[in-house]
Structures are given as structure tokens and as C-alpha cells.
């Protein structure tokens, strides 16, 4: 009767053994596939997040700017990878055509432009902008015909003459150095880098396509720069940018 009974209690066998840990092994290996995989699509939707996030700011940023510039000042160089723009110092309205040496202006944020501060009226083109441009020396506060100040209302004086009019009396006072974003090989790598005057800093970096279709022939009133950007991202997986910035461009 004894040995029934010692057959019910026995172990498991070798076989059954080696079956157990190969479906456990087999388990633990798509297990961590899983995890692997898993892993890997977090990590590259954050590399993609930041890479649409870097590429949200630099276009931000440059459209923000690029809506105040200097009419018709903006232009892209092709062979030097450089967007080139002059932004406004200030800008308002004048009562006559200023053929003097005086600008009797309108301008409802009066700032202090500097020395190395210039001035145009009715700029055509980028060059237009340098060969049109006057010295600014300065303001005074307008006053009527009895000696009270005239609120908003400026006398500009004018280093050289101007010989420019403009149909909507405008004017713009800008610095001399345009700003410029140029795609440059760095310490960082491939980078958009701007420049304005004697400064300069890095925006962006891993860049591996830059430019900048710049269209304001076929435009009266605005005008059009479509920028593209590509990003490499620390998987090296390429995303491209495109985004159009509208400004007025009425001079």
C-alpha cells in the first residue's frame, strides 16, 4: 500500500523542467521587447517634441522681428545662407515733404535713437535703404505759433539732405548694422546664427537646411518671406519647417 502512495508525491520531471523555463524565457523575452520598444517610442517622441519646440521658438522669434522692420529692407543671400534685415528704431509720420534740414514728425512712441542711428523716407529696396538713408541728429518738441508744445509732434534734424518723398508721409529711423541670421558651422555644429552690429548668438543648432524665399514684387501692400528649416535631432532623424511670415511692407 506504500508505494501508491510515494508515486502520488513525486517531483517533476526533467522534461517538464526544461519545458517550464523555456516558456518563462520565451515570456521574458517579449516582455522586454515590449519595454524596449515602448522605451524607444517615448524617447523619440520627446526628441521629435523638442525638435517642433526649438523650431516654434526660432520661427517665432524671427517673425516677431521680421514684423518690424524697415519696408522693403529684407533679403536672403543664397550662396551665404544669410537672412539680412533692418529692424525700426522709430517710425511715424511727417506734415510736409522734409527737404530741409528739419522733419516736422508725428510720432506717438518718441524714443532716443542713437548717433550711429539713421533715417529714411520711401525705401524701394535693401540697397535703397543705405542710399536713401540721412544722419539723424536729434529731435526737439515742436511748438505752435504762440510757444506751447504740440503733443507727439517732433522736429527732427537732419544731417544731410533728403531728396526722397514718401506718398503716405512716412519715415523710419534704423541702425546703420542690419541684423543677420546666417546658417555657420560651429563648435555646436551646423548653426542659425544672428548677428546685430558688434553681438552675436547661437539660435539654433544641428541645422541641416536653411533658407528663406523672400516675395514682395508681386505684393502692394504686404510682404511674404516663407522660411524653411530642417532640424537633426540626437537620433539623427531629420524634421523640416516651413512657415510663411505676412508684414506690412508700405513705405
Not at 55 to 82: H, T, Y
Not at 154 to 164: A, S, V
Not at 233 to 242: C, H, I, M, P, V
Request: net charge negative; glycine share 6%.
Amino acid at each position: 500500500m506504500s508505494l501508491p502512495k510515494a508515486r502520488r508525491h513525486r517531483g517533476f520531471t526533467l522534461i517538464e523542467l526544461i519545458l517550464v523555463i523555456t516558456i518563462l524565457g520565451v515570456i521574458s523575452v517579449s516582455v522586454a521587447q515590449v519595454i524596449s520598444l515602448s522605451a524607444q517610442i517615448y524617447i523619440t517622441g520627446a526628441e521629435r517634441t523638442r525638435l517642433v519646440s526649438d523650431a516654434r521658438f526660432i520661427i517665432l522669434r524671427l517673425e516677431k522681428e521680421l514684423r518690424n522692420i524697415v519696408p522693403n529692407s529684407v533679403s536672403f543671400d543664397a550662396s551665404l545662407g544669410c537672412l539680412t534685415y533692418y529692424p525700426i528704431v522709430m517710425s511715424g509720420t511727417y506734415t510736409a515733404d522734409p527737404f530741409d534740414d528739419k522733419l516736422h514728425s508725428v510720432v506717438f512712441e518718441m524714443e532716443a535713437p542713437t548717433a550711429d542711428d539713421k533715417l529714411v523716407i520711401y525705401p524701394t529696396s535693401p540697397q535703397s535703404v543705405i542710399d536713401s538713408s540721412v544722419d539723424y541728429n536729434g529731435f526737439t518738441v515742436a511748438t505752435d505759433d504762440e510757444g506751447n508744445d504740440l503733443d507727439y509732434q517732433y522736429l527732427i534734424e537732419l544731417g544731410t539732405e533728403n531728396t526722397q518723398s514718401s506718398p503716405g508721409k512716412r519715415f523710419f529711423v534704423f541702425n546703420e548694422n542690419p541684423v543677420s541670421v546666417c546658417k555657420e558651422t560651429t563648435a555646436h555644429g551646423e548653426s542659425l546664427v544672428r548677428r546685430d552690429g558688434m553681438s552675436s548668438g547661437i539660435i539654433a543648432t544641428n541645422v541641416s537646411n536653411w533658407s528663406a524665399d523672400v516675395i514682395t514684387v508681386s505684393l502692394r501692400q504686404n510682404a511674404l518671406v516663407k522660411l524653411d528649416l530642417t532640424l537633426i535631432g540626437n537620433d539623427d532623424e531629420a524634421l523640416a519647417f516651413s512657415h510663411e511670415v505676412h508684414f506690412p511692407n508700405v513705405p
